[in-house]
């Protein structure tokens, strides 16, 4: 038998190739693999449900993620999935897989931020588990939450014309984990070593302690609006609009000159010699909610405070691009954070 190599699939490639042909054998299993979450169906409102695995030196860096910061961000990745779904989180529930270097205080520290977390998301955590690791820390997050079947908003609603819009800014994280990475190069083995964020606070706050766009979904619901597709940005822009066109059988046109970019991203950018507009497309872990809604929306749209437009949705055979300042046109790539390749 010809083995693969994983990498070559990739996290989505690696995703299609285990749950092909999958069939659904209970009729509440409303939707199941290949959205921000899962969709069951009880009666009245549905029940939504997401998980995500958290692995040290794959994931986090306890050289310079507080532990606190840690639980919290591992909390709020998976309410942000709950979120693109124009859910309500409701619950979580917590496991881990402990080394022996971690002591009672270390995890009593992850938790609080955990707890922190949940309490400012109005979000109960519900159980659990722990279990012995020989690999440093693994975290592993079960977010549940609900929403009427018809507030639900899938990745595959994008039409022809709609809009494409996202939330708030974009590479901030990527920069601050560029900057975060650089001053742990530069104080390795110096003992008291002061790293300088001065200035830098926004980009490192965005890595270490991203927010979920709660008041996204609030602000659409005070519009009036319902977009049409919808996901959050966790593994770059890029990589999430080759998500809401391959689901929607769509392509999309995107603009250069409307992306969301914070100024101390652009500063970091410029003093590490890095391409900007590469970082905001293909950064990831910005947490931001990308969305598309009907042109009949443009007007509500305008008035967001909260999101931006960026461009919209083509039909499919005309592709996924990008057009620059220049008014030349890249074809979209997803160029995100690949697990499977670092």
């Known amino acids: 038998m010809n083995e693969t190599e994983i990498s070559t699939l990739g996290e989505f490639g690696l995703i299609e190739r285990l749950t092909e042909g999958i069939e659904l054998k209970n009729s509440s299993t409303e939707r199941g693999v290949g959205d921000d979450c899962a969709v069951l169906n009880y ?3 549905c029940t939504l449900v997401t998980t995500d695995l958290l692995l040290e030196g794959i994931h986090f860096d306890l050289t310079y993620v507080p532990l606190r910061h840690l639980g919290y961000k591992a909390v709020v990745v998976n309410l ?7 859910g309500t989180p409701r ?4 496991s881990l897989g402990i080394s022996r270097r971690f002591t009672v205080e270390h995890i009593s520290e992850l938790y609080a931020g955990m707890r922190l977390a949940c309490e400012h998301y109005g979000v109960d955590l519900v159980g659990g588990d722990t279990s012995a690791s020989v690999t440093g820390l693994l975290i592993s997050i079960t977010a ?4 009427s079947r018809d507030e639900i908003v899938y990745r595959s609603g994008a039409h022809d014309t709609d809009l494409v819009c996202v939330s708030g800014d974009l590479g901030a994280a990527y920069m601050g984990l560029q900057l975060l990475e650089r001053e742990r190069v530069a104080g390795a083995g110096i003992k008291d070593f002061q790293p300088d964020f001065a200035g830098r606070e926004y980009i490192i706050e965005r890595q270490l302690k991203p927010e979920a766009r709660r008041d996204v979904i609030a602000e659409l619901r005070s519009l009036g609006i319902t977009p049409t597709a919808m996901i959050d940005v966790s ?11 391959k689901a929607s059988g769509v392509g999309c046109r995107i603009y250069e ?11 970091m950018a410029e003093e590490l010699n890095m391409n900007l507009v590469t970082a905001a497309m293909n950064g990831g872990e910005d947490y931001e909610l990308l969305f598309t809604v009907p042109l009949s929306c443009y007007e509500q749209v305008q008035q967001m405070k909260t999101a931006r437009l960026i461009g919209h949705i083509t039909r499919q055979e005309l592709g996924a691009v990008l057009q620059t ?6 074809a979209l790539r997803a160029q995100g954070w690949n697990a499977f390749t670092e």
């Open 257 to 267: 000159d409307r992306i969301p970019i914070d100024y101390q991203t652009a500063v």
């Open 325 to 330: 300042r220049d008014n030349s046109e890249v």
């Open 144 to 147: 549940i939450g609900d929403a």
């Open 91 to 94: 619950q979580v529930t917590v």
């Open 80 to 86: 942000s999935d709950v979120y693109a779904m124009n």
């Open 43 to 45: 009666g009245d409102r």
């Open 235 to 245: 593994d770059g822009l890029s990589s999430e609009l080759l998500h809401i066109c």
